[in-house]
């Protein structure tokens, strides 16, 4: 049933709900009026409206102490998820101002705390008053009905009704701890050195080893086996702590691999024949933040191309 089947009369006030809360928090209306700023039989009455709207008792009292009946015990949850809801919503709009719009991104955690993260803080200095909301996803997602804006995808660049703008292609590439080998005391002279491996596995890519070994020709029966994890950062950490090789990702290994905390034990790079996209609605190029945040991104790109550029020479 939805409100509009409901007379308004019988929609109870955000006051008596209140009330209602408060007394059945404290199995008191002094205390809930003290709570509240109002006085005890303001609470009462309150309560007492919201018994009449509901054609039900939410209390009964046992030697003049307040109880909750049978539906009060159901209704109160139901309460609190509605004043939770009404919390919730009234926090997150005091946090933009009236002067501002809401961008809602969405990325993969690691993508967006090592890449997008860094990059998005030229766009907040230039656009102060559009207030960045980035979440993060790890399953596929519609970006209508998670009410998101825009989104950085990994794949091949088509989806239906999605516009897409390329960021750049992937390799992944094998890391280790740099003493993790000597430690193993079997150092890796050929692919099928890999066998006497941990492998790491990222359960978003459980093919990856696979993929890597096949395409240099080689068959290792381990390449499915191994802890897993649910996030390529997840996966480069516990390389880091020695609990075996990863195979990820290179742009985003690139910190560990310039601190020396890891290692590339293998010398080949696997094309992913995949692309990190920016990806959002057709219909929405128009509205003023994504049309902003894309021009913007256009412009970025340009600019890291220019300096890959500037040190191949």
């Not at 509901?54 to 046992?62: A, I």
């Not at 989806?159 to 890796?188: A, N, R, S």
């Not at 029966?221 to 516990?238: L, V």
């Amino acid at each position: 049933m939805n409100l509009s089947q409901i007379p308004r009369k019988q929609i109870p006030s955000m006051a008596s709900l209140q009330c209602f809360e408060a007394s059945a928090r404290y199995l008191s209306f002094t205390q809930a009026a003290e709570e509240l700023f109002l006085t005890q039989s303001a609470v009462s009455k309150q309560v007492a409206q919201l018994e009449a709207t509901l054609q039900t008792s939410l209390f009964y009292r046992v030697r003049k102490r307040l109880k909750l009946s049978a539906a009060g015990a159901a209704y109160l949850p139901e309460v609190r998820k509605i004043l939770g809801i009404v919390e919730d919503s009234t926090l997150h709009m005091l946090t933009y101002g009236g002067d501002r719009e809401i961008l809602s991104l969405a990325a993969h955690p690691t993508f967006g705390a090592r890449w997008l993260i860094p990059a998005l803080k030229e766009f907040y200095d230039i656009y102060p008053n559009i207030h960045l909301n980035l979440k993060d996803y790890v399953q596929p997602f519609d970006l209508a009905k998670a009410g998101i804006d825009v989104a950085f995808i990994f794949g091949g660049g088509v989806w239906e009704d999605i516009e897409c703008i390329k960021l750049f292609d992937e390799w992944m590439i094998p890391v280790c701890h740099p003493t993790f080998l000597q430690d193993k005391g079997h150092p890796i002279k050929e692919l099928e050195d890999f066998k006497h491996y941990t492998l790491l596995q990222c359960q978003s890519r459980v093919a990856s080893w696979y993929l890597y070994f096949s395409s240099q020709g080689a068959n290792i029966d381990n390449c499915y086996q191994g802890p897993e994890f649910e996030t390529w950062s997840a996966c480069i950490r516990a390389a880091e702590m020695g609990y075996g090789i990863a195979l990820v990702p290179k742009f985003l290994a690139q910190e560990e691999l310039e601190r020396g905390t890891l290692i590339i034990p293998w010398d080949y790079e696997l094309d992913s024949h995949g692309a990190y996209y920016l990806a959002y609605e057709a219909q929405s190029i128009d509205i003023p933040r994504i049309k902003k945040f894309i021009t913007w991104l256009k412009s970025h790109l340009a600019n890291m191309s220019a300096l890959e550029s500037e040190k191949k020479e």
